[in-house]
């Protein structure tokens, strides 16, 4: 199976200011044959559900803004939130699916305002 | 609008049973894989089950921590997803969602999941 860890566990960042998720999976995730990294970021807020913000490791979801990226390949992967917004208060997860369904979701990194 | 919305979640008791329904609008429903996670309090998510389309078998996959005890299944003409929870434990306490992948094909192999439920909240308790 393959095991999804993220670091750090959580951040606190001041508004307008970076904040960086690593993801690392102990498999490489990406599939040689279309050369895509089968690796999504989620955005969970209290109360309210997984928001999909970034698939196939960079492709930003519909209608997520564009301060939000993510990079990476083969088994190290950065969700990057260019200048944090309070609206951005929430755990973030990365979801590996490689493997067969559903893949394997990381512990969940949380980010506040410091 | 592409929606699901689940329902049914309520207070049980430990040993007793609850079923959770996912209602589906916007899309073929009989077209898509299904999957059901939850989250329980101060956890991160966890996947519970996933029903294939009829086109791929409709067969089920499980959770280790809630196999035997949980069953998925699916009605395509009313566009609904069930989840039957038998033999409960405190532990099973959690909001459960359902969740959609983006594309057909997506019952014979993992993808990104772009549709997610609001989500009902299981509670058990004695």
């Known amino acids: 199976d393959i095991v999804v860890t993220q670091s750090p566990d959580s951040l606190a960042v001041s508004l307008g200011e970076r904040a960086t998720i690593n993801c690392k999976s102990s498999?490489?995730?990406?599939?040689?044959?279309?050369?895509?990294?089968?690796l999504a970021w989620y955005q969970k807020k209290p109360g309210q559900p997984p928001k999909l913000l970034i698939y196939w490791a960079s492709t930003r979801e519909s209608g997520v803004p564009d301060r939000f990226s993510g990079s990476g390949s083969g088994t190290d992967f950065t969700l990057t939130i260019s200048s944090l917004q309070a609206e951005d208060v929430a755990v973030y997860y990365c979801?590996?699916?490689?493997?067969?369904?559903?893949?394997?979701f990381g512990p969940g990194t949380k980010v506040e305002i410091k | 609008e592409v929606q699901l919305v689940e329902s049914g979640g309520g207070l049980v008791q430990p040993g007793r049973s609850l079923r959770l329904s996912c209602t589906a609008s916007?899309?073929?429903?009989?077209?898509?894989?299904l999957n059901w996670f939850r989250q329980a309090p101060g956890k991160g998510l966890e996947w519970v089950g996933f029903?294939?389309?009829?086109?791929?078998?409709?067969?089920?996959e499980y959770a280790a921590s809630v196999k035997g005890r949980f069953t998925v299944s699916r009605d395509d003409p009313k566009s609904i997803a069930y989840l039957q929870m038998n033999s409960l434990k405190t532990e099973d306490t959690a909001v459960y969602y359902c969740?959609?992948?983006?594309?057909?094909?997506?019952?014979?192999?993992?993808?990104?999941?772009?549709?997610w439920g609001q989500g009902t909240t299981v509670t058990v308790s004695s």
């Open positions: 969740t959609r992948p983006p594309f057909q094909y997506c019952s014979s192999t993992s993808c990104y999941l772009d549709v």
């Open positions: 916007g899309f073929t429903f009989g077209d898509y894989a």
């Open positions: 498999q490489s995730v990406l599939y040689s044959s279309n050369n895509k990294n089968y």
């Open positions: 029903i294939r389309s009829k086109a791929y078998g409709g067969t089920t």
């Open positions: 979801h590996q699916y490689y493997s067969p369904p559903p893949g394997t």
